[in-house]
């Protein structure tokens, strides 16, 4: 029998694939951090580990590192599960030695399953007739009645996990109010990494069962609330703005994000307006971790000629540019047909983010401060790229 260890923290995606696991005949043991699944490791001999890259105590890649400096290890195959939005760290992970890196918020219980039998063969627990050599097999399930159970173990996950959605958005609300009303430095790290922990366990619940759009918000979410965690210096008002508009977006997204028809992840198109060329590849960077598609322009005339031609379903625009400001191509913008309803974020220097975001924003959404952390920006673009799409037409 085939054995695999699960070292994951968050216990409702350990149970998931346990049970997932277990019933197709592996045998599986579970640790909830890495110190524990390493000690584990020795005694259960697993022929596969399976971990998160983010993890208590210390992170999934010091695990693999530690489980690639021991000989009888060497080969073990790593399953890594992680955020499709934290590059580095999974750059890492490939350094240190893992097998295989699967996102967290798009993979299956199903998907799982096929990867683990790619990896490491079938479970190997084949009974055996009660007397003689002779060796037997089960009748084979028929593959329909297998794609039933998976169709029905996953609408009940769904279900479940939908129906906790109105206590879940409270809890966030909560956290929230208590980032905002925090005054010392320490007690808004604690809230920070207290949020940053229940929209990591978001995330990766929203993954299991598939509802995609809650799993692509939450996952840039938990990515921008880690960088703040470990760079407090990066905490301003600009980036904090942003932390309350992604759980009010949240609470829009638990409502129109969950029906089976609103699974897909749109095609966008997005504009970007800067004749600042470092700070135009900044923001197209930005967008293309979030698999957005851009085009970006230097020059707000041809961008004025370019809206005039074509839809887009987001715009940037810099403030301060010559010949024409943001402020003044966004009011020309929206004198156009397609252009009406189009969601526009100025980006603006930080020393002047706060009296321009308390003054008239020439029909903008939005701002985001100079200089920006790329995931601050990419949530921003999930946010309005994202409400665009389920948003009725009016």
Not at 213 to 219: F, K, L, N, P, Y
Request: aromatic content about 6%; glycine content about 4%; charged content about 25%.
């Amino acid at each position: 029998m085939k054995k695999i260890l699960i070292i994951e923290d968050d216990p409702i995606i350990t149970n998931v694939y346990r049970n997932k696991l277990t019933v197709e005949g592996y045998q599986v043991e579970t640790a909830a951090d890495g110190e524990t699944g390493l000690k584990l490791m020795h005694t259960f001999q697993p022929d596969a580990m399976v971990l998160d890259l983010m993890l208590p105590k210390m992170s999934g890649v010091e695990v693999i590192k530690q489980v690639r400096g021991e000989p009888e290890f060497s080969k073990l195959p790593i399953v890594v599960f992680s955020n499709i939005y934290l590059n580095n760290m999974i750059q890492e992970a490939w350094k240190a030695g893992a097998t295989k890196c699967l996102s967290k918020t798009s993979c299956t219980p199903k998907e799982f399953l096929d990867m683990i039998r790619q990896t490491v063969g079938d479970s190997g627990a084949v009974p055996r007739a009660s007397s003689g050599n002779t060796k037997f097999r089960k009748k084979p399930i028929p593959s329909t009645l297998t794609a039933a159970a998976d169709s029905e173990f996953n609408n009940d996950l769904r279900k479940s996990f939908v129906d906790s959605l109105p206590a879940t958005l409270a809890t966030l609300r909560a956290d929230l109010k208590n980032l905002t009303k925090a005054d010392r430095e320490a007690d808004q790290l604690a809230q920070i990494h207290q949020l940053y922990r229940r929209i990591r366990a978001l995330s990766g619940n929203a993954g299991i069962v598939n509802l995609v759009q809650i799993a692509q918000m939450s996952g840039a979410f938990e990515a921008l609330l880690k960088e703040l965690y470990e760079k407090p210096q990066n905490i301003n008002p600009s980036t904090l703005r942003t932390v309350v508009a992604s759980v009010d977006f949240l609470g829009f997204l638990f409502e129109r994000g969950v029906a089976p028809d609103k699974q897909e992840l749109s095609v966008s198109n997005i504009l970007v307006v800067d004749d600042e060329p470092i700070s135009r590849r900044a923001v197209v960077y930005a967008l293309e971790k979030a698999y957005l598609k851009c085009v970006n322009v230097e020059d707000p005339k041809i961008a004025l000629n370019m809206l005039t031609e074509n839809p887009f379903d987001l715009v940037f625009l810099d403030v301060d540019m010559p010949g024409m400001t943001g402020f003044e191509l966004c009011t020309k913008l929206r004198a156009l047909p397609l252009h009406k309803k189009t969601p526009v974020v100025f980006v603006t220097n930080l020393s002047d983010f706060n009296s321009r975001t308390s003054s008239m924003m020439a029909g903008g959404n939005d701002f985001i401060a100079k200089p920006f952390l790329f995931i601050e920006l990419t949530v921003k673009a999930i946010i309005h790229v994202l409400r665009g799409k389920l948003q009725p037409a009016k």
